[in-house]
C-alpha cells in the first residue's frame, strides 16, 4: 500500500466520483445519440454539397470536444482532492515525513489520478466503434484526438494538484480548479479570432491545442505546451510542499 | 542527537526560541511544560514536518524519524489493515502478510482489521497509533501526549513496548501524565514559553511534579531578576 495506491482506494471510495462518472457516462451517450439522428437525418441535404461533412468532422471532432468538456469537471474535482485533503483531514504529515523532495510524492499522487484515463479510453473506444460502424472514420485522426485528450488529462491533473496544494479545504480547491479551468478554456474559445495569428492569447488555452491535434496539426509546441506544462505544474508542486513545511 | 539554537516563527510568534539540546541515543527523553510551552512544536521539527527558521538539528545519519501526533490522525478511507500497510510502505520496507498480522495481533487490532478508520473509537485509535510506531522502523520515534486516555490495559502495553523501544531507539515523548513517565525517562526537559528551562539525566530520585515545580520556580526568579533595574 504505497502513496499510489492509497490514492487509487481513497479515489475509488468516494460515492461522489461515481456519480459524477455515470453523469458524464450519460450525458455523453445522450448527446453522441442525437447528433448521429441529426447527422442521419440531414443526409438528403448532404448529398447536394460538394464536400459533405465526413463522420470524423461531423460526429467525432465534436464528440472530442465535448467530452474534454465534461473532463474539466472530473479532474476539477479528483485533482482538487488531492492535496487539499491531505491538509483538511491533517494526514499531509505522512507524506513529509522523512523527505527532502518531495517530487515522488508527487508523481505518486499524480499516477493514482491518472487511473481516470482508464475511464476516458473506454468511452473514446466505444464512441469510435459506434461511428466506425456507421461510415468510415479517418483513423489517424482518431488517434490524435485520443492523444490530445490524454495529453489534456495529465495537463489538467498537474494543474489542479498545483492548485490543491496551495488550498486546506477540498471543497475550495475543487472551486478555484474549476474556475481556473474554465478561464482558461474560455480563453481559448474566442469566437473573433478565426484566423491563424489574430490573438496569439488563445496558445495559452489548452482548447486551442487540443483542436490542432484533433484536427491532425501535430506540432512541436503543442506536445510541449502539454509535457512541459505538465511537468512545470509538478515542479511547482513539489516547492510548494516543501514551504508547507515553513508552515507546519 | 543535537539541537543548536533552533527557533521557530509562526504567524509573526515565535514558538520556539534558541532551542539548545542534547538528548540521549538510545533513550527515553520526557518533556515536560504547560500547554502552548512548544512541546509538540519541537517535536514536529524533531520530525522533520515542520522546518525551522533558524538553528540546525544533527541526528545520526540515515536517521528515520516517526510521529505519534495528538490528535492522531488517519486516512478515514483506510481500513486499519490498510493504514498499517500504508505506514509499513513509508519505511520502504517489505509488506509482508506476516508482518502486518504480527502487528495487528500485537495491538489487539485484529478484530478490527477490516474496519474503516473512521469508524474506530478512541481506545482503537490508540492501538492503531502504536502499531503504526512499530511498524515504522524508525529510530526517532517522538510521541505527543500519547498516553491521554489510555485504559490500564494499553497503558500496560504501551509501557512495556517503551521499555523495550528505549534500547535501541531515541523516543522523545510529550506529556502531562508525569507520575506514569517518570517511571521511562532517562533524561527530562522542561519547556515554557518556547524555552528549555532544564535539561539533565533523570535518575529517579525527584518525583517530576516536583522537579517541574522547581525548574518553573528557578525560571521566574531569573526572568524577575534579569527585568529588574539595576540598582546605582
Known sequence: ????????????????????????????????????????????????????????????????????????????????????????????WYLLINRDSFMSVVVAKLKAQLWL??????????????????????????????????????????????????????????????????????????????????????????????????????????????LAGAAVFMWLTAKQLGRLRRLL | MKLNNLCLNRTGQLILRGINLTLPQPGLTVLLGANGAGKSSLLQVLAGISLPDSGTLELGADSRAFIMPEPAAFYPQLTVQQQLAFVLSLSDELISPNRLEALLQQWQLTHVADKLTQHLSLGYRQRLSLAQLSASAADLLLLDEPMNGMDHEILTAFKA????????????????????????????????????????????????????????????????????????
Open chain 2, 161 to 232: 513496548q517503551v521499555q523495550q523501544w528505549k534500547q535501541s531507539k531515541s523516543i522523545v515523548m510529550a506529556t502531562h501524565i508525569m507520575h506514569e513517565a517518570q517511571d521511562l525517562a532517562d533524561w527530562v526537559v522542561v519547556m515554557e514559553l518556547g524555552q528549555v528551562i532544564h535539561s539533565a539525566a533523570y535518575d529517579g530520585k525527584q518525583s517530576f511534579s516536583s522537579l517541574y515545580q522547581q525548574a518553573l520556580q528557578d525560571f521566574r526568579h531569573q526572568t524577575v531578576a534579569s527585568q529588574a533595574p539595576v540598582s546605582a
Open chain 1, 117 to 226: 484515463l482508464v475511464f476516458v479510453m473506454l468511452h473514446l473506444l466505444l464512441a469510435a466503434w459506434l461511428l466506425a460502424a456507421g461510415g468510415a472514420l479517418d483513423w489517424w485522426q482518431v488517434a490524435f484526438g485520443a492523444v490530445g485528450l490524454v495529453m489534456l488529462v495529465f495537463w489538467l491533473i498537474a494543474l489542479g494538484q498545483l492548485l490543491s496544494s496551495y488550498c486546506r479545504s477540498s471543497g475550495v480547491a475543487i472551486l478555484i480548479n474549476l474556475v481556473v479551468f474554465g478561464l482558461l478554456w474560455m480563453l481559448g474559445s474566442d469566437p473573433g479570432s478565426q484566423g491563424y495569428g489574430l490573438n496569439w492569447l488563445l496558445l495559452l488555452s489548452p482548447l486551442t491545442h487540443l483542436k490542432w491535434l484533433c484536427e491532425g496539426q501535430v506540432a512541436i509546441a503543442s506536445m510541449l505546451y502539454f
Open chain 1, 1 to 92: 500500500m504505497n502513496i499510489t495506491s492509497k490514492d487509487i482506494k481513497t479515489l475509488w471510495r468516494s460515492p461522489v466520483i461515481w456519480l459524477l462518472l455515470a453523469i458524464i457516462s450519460f450525458i455523453l451517450a445522450w448527446l453522441l445519440w442525437q447528433m448521429i439522428d441529426r447527422y442521419n437525418s440531414m443526409q438528403l441535404s448532404f448529398q447536394s454539397l460538394p464536400n459533405p461533412p465526413t463522420i470524423t468532422t461531423a460526429l467525432w471532432l465534436p464528440f472530442v470536444m465535448t467530452f474534454a468538456q465534461l473532463l474539466l469537471l472530473l479532474v476539477a474535482m479528483t485533482a482538487g482532492y488531492s492535496f487539499a485533503m491531505e491538509r483538511s483531514q491533517r494526514t499531509l
